[in-house]
């Protein structure tokens, strides 16, 4: 059964980077039809869809976000990585690494269990 | 962005009950909308993809239905494990989009 797990520093301050990694474990990151992603939930913007990426490079961004996030996939550890610069208060959330199925049809699953990340001075 | 919007926001029910929660998309979206079920402290799980094909595993009390932009989602005869939030969230076109959630509540 394919489990993810997020880790990183559950603070981090205004402006600076957040980074996050996700461990894949019981299956590979390289089955093809999977992107590899994030989504991050708060009370005030519920369950917000950041972005993925293939194992082969390709990836797909929240718009809102595009210009400050980056996830790469990394096949010898068989693990991925979020990126989001330049962060604010208002980015403190539930950040959730996800495994993004899209194929005939598209969606989330499974989830990790998700690391609150606190964005304060 | 598509906007999902779900109803009711907050549902109290009985063990027991069957219950129907509606998630309605601001443009067509076909059959690409998919059901989630978060229950307190735990991430979301995926119930139900392609607005009626139930995950593996997952109970088939657990039904949902429609196309285009009004979809369904209902729970048969409600366990005490279904107390939960549940979300609609469309795969249609980026970004994806969630709805705010519908809590069942006892």
């Known amino acids: 059964q394919l489990q993810l797990q997020e880790s990183g520093p559950g603070s981090v301050k205004p402006s600076e980077t957040l980074s996050l990694t996700c461990s894949v474990s019981g299956g590979p990151i390289t089955a093809n039809n999977y992107h590899w992603g994030w989504i991050r939930q708060s009370p005030e913007r519920g369950l917000e869809w950041i972005g993925g990426s293939h194992y082969r490079g390709g990836t797909g961004y929240n718009p809102s976000l595009e210009s400050r996030v980056t996830v790469t996939v990394d096949t010898s550890r068989n693990q991925f990585s979020l990126q989001l610069t330049s962060v604010s208060v208002a980015e403190t959330a539930i950040y959730y690494c996800?495994?993004?199925?899209?194929?005939?049809?598209?969606?989330?699953?499974?989830w990790g269990q998700g690391i609150l990340v606190t964005v304060s001075s | 962005d598509i906007q999902m919007t779900q109803s009711p926001s907050t549902l109290s029910a009985s063990l027991g009950d069957r219950v129907t929660i509606t998630c309605r998309a601001s443009q067509y979206i076909n059959n690409f909308l998919n059901w989630y079920q978060q229950r307190p402290g735990e991430a979301p799980k995926l119930l139900i993809y392609?607005?009626?094909t139930l995950q593996s595993e997952v109970p088939s009390r657990f039904s949902a239905s429609g196309s285009g932009t009004d979809f369904t989602f209902t729970i048969n005869s409600l366990q005490p494990e279904d107390f939960a939030t549940y979300f609609c969230?469309?795969?249609?076109?980026?970004?994806?989009?969630f709805g705010q959630g519908t809590r069942v509540e006892i």
């Open positions: 392609a607005a009626s």
């Open positions: 996800v495994r993004h199925f899209r194929g005939f049809t598209d969606y989330f699953d499974p």
């Open positions: 969230q469309q795969s249609f076109n980026s970004p994806r989009t």
